[in-house]
DNA sequence: AGAGGCATTGCAAACGTTTGTGTAAAGTGC
DNA sequence: GCACTTTACACAAACGTTTGCAATGCCTCT
């Protein structure tokens, strides 16, 4: 149906070759003129390129696939960002793929889609892959790196945060304000991720000599419902001053269901988010955040996959972003 | 490198055709035993399909794209859940591409990305396409569908709500409780979809008999800043009682400035948004909304594109959700 | 004038599949 | 035991490119 190379040798009476040559604008292979006949031979065909085909012969390709973990996780998009804009700097395109929540089934479709197809490499943003799923992919021989996730227990390339900082400066930073009675909600202690979030959190309480009280850690998977289910288990004469919330969604699910149990934020109680996303700022009180560069993670991650031998692990810096829902507690 | 089916053929005694039918399942085509013998040395192997050679022969791909306009807009997800699910039951994979905002040329690269490859579809979703853009998916010959946006001057499929209805209705939903001077926000009218929803909210007025002042329209991308600023130019005394949000995001702009500016919301000021995405429930007070199904416009673009020959303008419905950032006027 | 070099182009193999056709062996019915 | 069908497989072409190699013609130098 469509045009190919050899309708348009036909047309230009050329070789195959040599209009493969002049589309790919090999200089110094083709007269000025052939050149020109060739090109309005392609036009005239409205020829459009078969890149798989020539991906099949040349055994290589310049698409890196982004495999995201759902739609619910609002911080894709400014890795996915950083991943268009550092991709384009290498003259690589991007396509994006959905693995879905905690469905190993769903993340095999996505992960076989990219693997049975020349992409060049995978980055895998806060995908929590299945054993047999990494299995595949390790097997796939197609470089790969994740993105905002850590691990303990295996070996793998990973770009993210230090996790145990972004609980370690959390805390401190309520700590400094005076708050003594802090909670942290919403986070998953299932993965090292959550886990690494507690432990910085338990070391600042224990560095400033407060005693956590069970009940001041509120698991959770980070969205929002999970801040709002933390916050209910806290209730309305909690002792707490200040929480953290595992996530900016969780914070929020916090925020709400705080002032439902009638808590004026920040004046009885200071939320601090973790992540730092938009949505910190379209809430009211804005949330003060340990804010991660997410941007900045998604052009690393594709630096890392472009410079291979790089160190496979890295971490990106985190800051303290000031907003309106923290206050001194006196 | 990676293992072939003529791998396989060697290392199992047999032909790569036979290969080829064994791993395909086509039964009726190969006895048990070699089956099980092709498959135990593709196991041994670690043999991952090269799709992009299949899909070169047989000139037929599962794969849909899609196309969205930008990751600010955050009622992506749903209509990507709803392809997704609906993609699922076809047996189709998704990927996805971003093409920037307003930039012709990450169009052309997203646009082109899918069209050299072989893609079965391709949907669009919310991305308005430069002209040569849209000749340049026209002659590629790929199906292709709209989402959540319409066109009037050219001719193509598409799948959205009735924007004329969403206008008109949410001014409805307001003069029913009273509102006479409503404020519309945020939205664009440099396209069909505002162009339609300004129609519908001044026919909604007129029918009303209620006179718009000219500062009450006050248009933008859709954007928080773009709510925001709108709100900034109606100011302290608008004499507004109610404001309709173009979008989502726009209606938070609104409330987060109306609250600046001293306004109590709902009590002062109604504000409706539309859209109806998830964030209408994170801010306080929840934003109720004229809500589209974004969701259903995803399946049913899957659907349109696997049944072609259906009529390719469709109109999903849209539905009153009420929270709590509404009023009656007294 | 012969040798060598260069510019331009054609030829053909290769990439990893699918699938139509050919064919040998085995099975079936009389 | 013959003709016929079925089963199970091999063979080879095809998909649309890229690219190494060969071939041609022309130019330049000695």
Not at 228 to 245: E, F, K, R
């Amino acid at each position: 149906m469509a045009a190919t190379i050899k309708d348009i040798a036909k047309l230009a009476g050329v070789s195959p070759g040599t209009v493969s040559r002049v589309l790919a604008n090999k200089v110094g292979f083709f007269s000025e003129y052939t050149g020109e006949k060739v090109r309005a031979a392609a036009a005239e065909l409205g020829y459009q390129k078969n890149t798989a085909a020539a991906e099949l012969v040349t055994q290589r390709s310049n698409v890196v696939a982004a495999i995201v973990n759902s739609t619910k996780t609002n911080f894709a998009s400014p890795i996915i960002e950083g991943i268009q804009a550092e991709a384009h700097r290498h003259d690589l395109n991007v396509i994006i793929l959905y693995a879905g929540d905690d469905d190993s089934e769903q993340q095999r479709r996505a992960l076989t889609t990219v693997i049975e197809r020349p992409v060049r490499s995978i980055l895998l943003l806060s995908v929590d892959l299945a054993a047999e799923n990494l299995a595949l992919l390790q097997n796939s021989r197609i470089p790969f790196c994740f993105l905002s996730i850590s691990f303990d227990e295996i070996q793998v390339p990973y770009i993210t945060s230090d996790d145990w900082q972004v609980g370690y400066q959390a805390t401190q930073t309520l700590l400094k304000l005076g708050h003594q009675n802090i909670g942290l909600a919403g986070v998953d202690s299932d993965f090292h991720t959550g886990r690494q979030r507690v432990a910085g959190y338990r070391q600042a309480m224990r560095e400033a000599g407060i005693t956590i009280q069970p009940e001041w850690i509120q698991l959770g998977n980070y969205s929002y419902d999970a801040g709002q289910m933390a916050m209910q288990a806290y209730g309305a004469d909690s002792g707490l001053t200040a929480i953290i919330g595992g996530s900016d969604m969780a914070a929020v699910g916090v925020l709400n269901a705080a002032r439902n149990l009638g808590y004026r934020v920040p004046t009885d109680l200071s939320i601090l988010a973790i992540d730092g996303t938009e949505i910190c700022e379209l809430v009211q009180p804005a949330l003060s955040s340990i804010s991660q560069n997410f941007y900045e993670m998604g052009v690393a991650g594709v630096q890392q996959l472009c410079a291979p031998g790089e160190l496979p692990q890295k971490i990106t810096p985190i800051k303290l972003v000031e907003r309106d829902s923290l206050q001194r507690n006196s």
